[in-house]
């Protein structure tokens, strides 16, 4: 399953980034009847602002019956109105979802606003009716201002495509089945009455669970181990220059996932509820540590509340080796958090351990 899940959200998140972010164009239909010159400079101005204007005097849809994407409506004759000094309209819409219909918007306004200024500037420097020419003077003039924009430090792009799928994937997988068969496992030994019989062995309680921990370990680090070469050989995942980190981490992430597989089996009852828990514990843990999608596109709540779940700790790990780049150094914390709470955890499964 996780190779099919990596095709499958890797490539529909593949352009988030890129889209969010500016770093692609978006196709626009510009619906003007007689745009007038105007037009150029509109078109320049949504170039500037990462857009690709198709511009129509009517809106036709595709083969199959749908509007375009993005429509950006002006009123008619627009440049005439504008020297004639008359109010002119203009609506856009689009069936982009959530952040990106916002962020399409602050460009067209940005955009449009731009054009604004632009047609005040030209009227303002000569005395003859706003033309064509006064606006091509105007933009061919030096501009006194100018913005240079950079990133401050490592690659601060917001984690989308396989950047994303995988190491979310890998993580929420390895909880999933350490907390569905790790755990049901257990719960059969049980009910068989196998743990009655190394009772009588001449083990104590903690080295009966650091064996079966033991095995759980090797269960997460084969999945883990076989998500990771798919990844890497089939996917082409950069995993950056920190590999022995993100080593580090990943079995950290294990170690723990085996604990919270042995406490779920040694607290449920049954093989069904051990599943049922585990599945419904691995799907929420996920959703809000961000393995389905990049935390970073939430609000600052769900920021913080990633935070203080397990899946948060090694996601955010992750993405700063990964996707930022910030240096072996910056994980630290999430491994001792990740160490901390697995101790915690195996402390809690020792002592809840029965034998029937």
């Known amino acids: ?8 959200i890797g490539t529909v998140t593949s352009g ?6 500016g770093n692609r164009s978006s196709p626009v239909v510009v619906v003007a009847d007689t745009p ?13 602002n990462d857009f690709e204007p198709e511009w129509r005097t009517e809106i036709i849809p595709d083969a199959e019956g749908k509007l375009p994407r993005r429509i950006l409506t002006f009123s008619d004759n627009l440049s005439d109105k504008v020297v004639a000094g008359e109010q002119v309209s203009a609506s856009y819409e689009t069936r982009a979802s959530s952040i990106a219909r916002d962020y399409e918007a602050i460009r067209v306004q940005r955009g449009l606003y731009t054009v604004l200024a632009d047609v005040v500037a030209a009227d303002s420097k000569s005395d003859s009716p706003l033309s064509a020419e006064a606006l091509a003077e105007l933009n061919s003039e030096t501009r006194i201002w100018q913005l240079e924009v950079s990133t401050a430090g490592q ?5 989308s495509g396989f950047d994303q799928a995988i190491p979310g994937i890998v993580v929420m997988f390895t909880l999933l089945v350490l907390l569905t068969s790790g755990s049901s496992m257990l719960v059969v030994e049980r009910t068989q009455g196998l743990l009655r019989r190394l009772a009588s062995a001449p083990m104590t309680r903690t080295e009966v669970v650091a064996g079966k921990w033991g095995g759980r370990m090797v269960l997460a680090t084969i999945q883990i181990g076989f998500a990771v070469l798919v990844g890497t050989y089939l996917f082409k995942m950069q995993w950056g220059p920190d590999i022995i980190m993100i080593v580090i981490v990943l079995a950290c992430w294990a170690a723990f996932c085996a604990s919270a597989g042995l406490l779920l089996g040694s607290l449920a009852r049954t ?15 996920a959703a809000l540590g961000g393995c389905w999608w990049p935390i970073e596109v939430t609000p600052g ?3 913080s509340l990633q935070k203080l779940m397990p899946t948060g700790w090694a996601m955010d790990a992750l993405h700063k080796l990964i996707s930022f780049e910030a240096g072996a150094l910056s994980a630290v914390p999430h491994v001792a958090t990740l160490l901390i709470g697995t101790l915690l955890v195996t402390a809690l499964a020792i002592n809840r351990f029965k034998y029937e």
């Open 1 to 8: 399953m996780p190779p099919i899940f990596f095709y499958f």
């Open 16 to 21: 988030f980034s890129g889209t969010i972010s």
């Open 36 to 48: 007038g010159f105007l037009q150029d400079q509109i078109d320049l101005r949504l170039r500037e």
């Open 155 to 159: 690659r601060k792009e917001i984690p």
């Open 271 to 285: 093989d069904s509820q051990a599943s049922g828990i585990g599945v419904l514990t691995a799907n929420l843990l």
């Open 301 to 303: 709540w769900m920021q």
